[in-house]
């Protein structure tokens, strides 16, 4: 099991930008493809971004040009940096590790943009 502890949420104003970042313990990082996934309130689960353990990335159409999602594998350290945020990307963002059979979850962090 690799534990997943996320920050970086919080409150910002449209055309803003937050840095979620995502800790993992353990010793195989490297290994694992990194996923950040969000919910807004009434619709499901999507998935944002993604990272392989080559560093190839994914994007959603929705963020593509404004997300960029990046490791650290000397820190264990997946981030996603948001920029010019919109509304619609209001949601809690949960940090993701797969590899194998493993497949865990961060406890979510809120992204709020309002103004």
């Known amino acids: 099991q690799v534990q997943l502890v996320e920050s970086g949420g919080g409150l910002v104003q449209p055309g803003g930008s937050l840095r979620l970042s995502c800790v993992a313990s353990g010793s195989i990082f490297s290994m694992l493809a990194m996923n950040w996934f969000r919910q807004a309130p009434g619709k499901e689960r999507e998935l944002v971004a993604a990272i392989t353990s080559g560093e190839s990335t994914y994007y959603a159409d929705s963020v593509k040009g404004r997300f960029t999602i990046s490791r650290d594998n000397a820190k264990s350290t997946v981030s996603l940096q948001m920029n010019s945020l919109k509304p619609e990307d209001t949601a809690v963002y949960y940090c993701?590790?797969?590899?194998?059979?493993?497949?865990?979850w961060g406890q979510g962090t809120q992204v709020t943009v309002s103004s």
């Open positions: 993701n590790a797969r590899y194998l059979a493993l497949n865990n």
